[in-house]
Structure formats: C-alpha cells, structure tokens
C-alpha cells in the first residue's frame, strides 16, 4: 500500500516534483508541447500526493467521476437545448461533494476523514466549465483536456486557477526555445530555488529559535483564562435543565470542571436554591467566590453580596 507524501513537506516530495517535471522542461527546450506527458507527468504527481490506496484517493476518484458525469450530461444537454433550470439543478448537483464535506467539518462530524488535497482549488474550475457550457463559450469539450485541466497537480495547493480555455491555449502554444529559457525556464527555477530557501532556511531558523523555545501551553484559550490559579477554591452554581438527561450534567458544566481541575483547583458546586448556604460554608473564602462571579454560571451578583 503506497501512503500519500504531503506536498512540498520534505526533500523527498520535491525530488519527486523535479524529477517528474524533467520530460517536461526537455520538451520545452525542443520547443514542443505535449499534452500526453502534461497529463502522465500529473497523474504521477497527484498518485505522489494522494497515495495509491488511500481513503483521499477514493474520494478523489468518486468525485471526479461524479464531477465528469455532470460535466457531460449538461455539455449534451446543453447542446440540444438550452435551460436555466436545468444548469442550476447540475451546478447544484456538483456543489453537493464540497457542501457535504465542508459541512462535516463545521460539525466535526467525520471531518478529519472527509476530503482531499486540492478539493477547493477543483471545484472552482468545475464550476467555471459548467458556467462556460451554459453561456455557449465553449462548443468543444474534450476529454482528455478536461481531465488534464483537472489533474494540473500545482493547482493543488496554489493554484493557478486557469480558465479552461486559457489552460488549453497555453498546452498548446508553442515556444521558441530562448523565449522558454528566459521567461518560463529560469523565472521558474528562481522561484523554486527561493521557495526552497524560505521553507528550509528562513522556517527552519524561526521554528529552530523561537517556536521550538515556547510553552506547550502558549496562546492556549480555555474556558476560565487566567480568573483563577492553582490552589483556588471556585464555586460553581449549576442550574438544572429540566431537558437534559436525568443524572447527567451538560456539556459546558463538564468542560468548565474539567478545565478547572487541570489548573489544580478546588471545585465546589451547587445549584441555585442552595446557593445561600453555599455561601455562608464558603465565608472564610471569598477568593473562590469571586472567581465564580467571572466565571459567570448564572449567579445573582445580590446573592453574592448576601
């Protein structure tokens, strides 16, 4: 089982990159394009990325067949006939997979399994050819253009996010070998070379020197912040929901204890209608009550004075 290699991570996975794109530049320096290497040398790339037989590997298969299928019954369609109603009912259909995904990640649910490297950056040009399809821009769709359009593996994590036309016109427009070298060749490498000397120079010195040399606790949020400190008695008046389960607290009664008791607190707590004789127990330590003020557990600031 061949794992993924996250992307521009290691050595390795731009060792990879250079090596993939050498048919690629030799084919550049000869003045030639082609869009069969242009799709072998992605297809490598993205099986790098994605690994071989991984869960984001079938996610992405999935959802490139869904997203083709979509693409060529409304390119069909569309030919025969035209229909607002219809463009919005695919263009629907293909927002679904990332209305799903980005959905399971605002409610946790399953998100760190759901998605993949270059998902966003996908669907965009996706949307772009269904938009193109409908306006009648575009009367010839291949596929084998649409599909190396689709796998173009930089676009995976920065883009650039071509047009479909302008992806083909620049597969198929031919170079003079001095124009390559000067304005694709050595701008490229430059970059390259300073990408590398950012990530693994400049990165490395700051991660080394200074985040390496922080607390693990550092910027670190919690429920209570710095109310409280070790050693502190806090008071924690908890009313009961008649709708939550019988003999369980919620949810942020639990996390606001357990957040407690990582500090090293003590921790009383009672309900509302034993809130006075709490506190008259409590007289000789007022520092706990009054960080169960700021806590703000629905306490009546008269009750506190009393």
């Known amino acids: 089982m061949m794992s993924s290699l996250a992307q521009y991570d290691s050595f390795l996975s731009i060792y990879i990159c250079l090596l993939a794109t050498i048919p690629c530049v030799i084919l550049g320096l000869l003045g030639k394009r082609s869009k069969v290497v242009n799709l072998v040398v992605s297809a490598v790339m993205v099986i790098t990325i994605l690994g071989l037989q991984t869960f984001q590997m079938l996610q992405f298969l999935l959802f490139l067949i869904w997203e083709l299928l979509l693409i060529y019954l409304y390119y069909g369609f569309r030919k025969r006939c035209s229909s607002d109603l219809m463009y919005y009912i695919v263009l629907a259909l293909s927002i679904l997979p990332i209305f799903i995904i980005r959905m399971a990640g605002a409610l946790h649910f399953y998100d760190s399994y759901l998605g993949f490297v270059g998902l966003s950056y996908i669907c965009f040009k996706i949307w772009q050819i269904l938009l193109e399809i409908h306006d009648g821009s575009i009367e010839k769709l ?51 070379i300073l990408g590398l000397f950012y990530k693994y120079a400049i990165a490395f010195f700051i991660n080394t020197y200074f985040l390496e040399k922080l607390p693990e606790d550092y910027n670190q949020q919690s429920i209570t912040g710095r109310l409280v400190t070790e050693g502190d008695l806090v008071l924690l008046v908890m009313p009961q929901d008649i709708q939550a389960p019988k003999g369980r607290l919620i949810l942020p009664q639990v996390q606001t204890m357990r957040d407690l008791l990582d500090k090293k607190c003590l921790i009383m707590s009672c309900t509302t209608d034993k809130l006075s004789e709490t506190l008259q127990a409590l007289a000789t330590s007022r520092k706990g009550i009054r960080a169960l003020s700021a806590i703000n557990f629905s306490i009546c600031s008269s009750k506190v004075s009393n």
């Open 142 to 192: 291949s596929f084998g253009d649409v599909l190396g359009n689709f796998l173009f593996f930089p676009s995976y994590s920065s883009g650039p996010i071509m047009r479909y036309q302008e992806f083909q016109n620049e597969c198929q427009k031919a170079l003079d070998r001095r124009i390559y070298v000067a304005e694709y060749l050595l701008p490229g490498a430059k970059k390259i």
